[in-house]
Nanobody, 121 residues
Framework: QLQASGGGLVQPGGSLRLSCAVS????????IGWFRQAPGKEREAVSC????????YYVGSEKGRFTISRDNAKNTVYLQMNSLKAEDTAVYYC????????????????WGQGTLVTVSG
């Protein structure tokens, strides 16, 4: 089970930290990713962190706006989002897979329920 939290309403330029609490998996062996879906748009890969701790950024890499991290002891993955923009508004989902990080949403079998991030001011 994946439980995403931390979304909310924030002004442009603000920050949020999303959390994904994972249960039923031993986090050490899995790749954890974040996807997002804006209204009327397809799901988009945001970031992924491998079991070894290597991170990939598909969006938000400019000026290090987004940072993904994991705490295996807490079975939790985080997405720190800074300098948020209106175009970051979306429902954010955490996902799990074995193997390697993938950009295609179809490669992930396990999805959390999503947390809504609204950037507006």
């Amino acid at each position: 089970q994946l439980q995403a939290s931390g979304g909310g309403l924030v002004q442009p330029g603000g920050s949020l930290r999303l959390s994904c609490a994972v249960s039923g998996f031993i986090l050490d062996y899995y790749q954890i990713g974040w996807f997002r879906q804006a209204p009327g748009k397809e799901r988009e890969a945001v970031s992924c962190i491998s079991s070894s701790g290597s991170s990939i950024y598909y969006v938000g890499s400019e000026k290090g706006r987004f940072t993904i991290s994991r705490d295996n002891a807490k079975n939790t993955v985080y997405l720190q989002m800074n300098s948020l923009k209106a175009e970051d508004t979306a429902v954010y989902y955490c996902v799990v897979r074995t193997g390697v990080c993938m950009r295609d949403a179809g490669e992930y079998m396990y999805w959390g329920q999503g947390t809504l991030v609204t950037v507006s001011g």
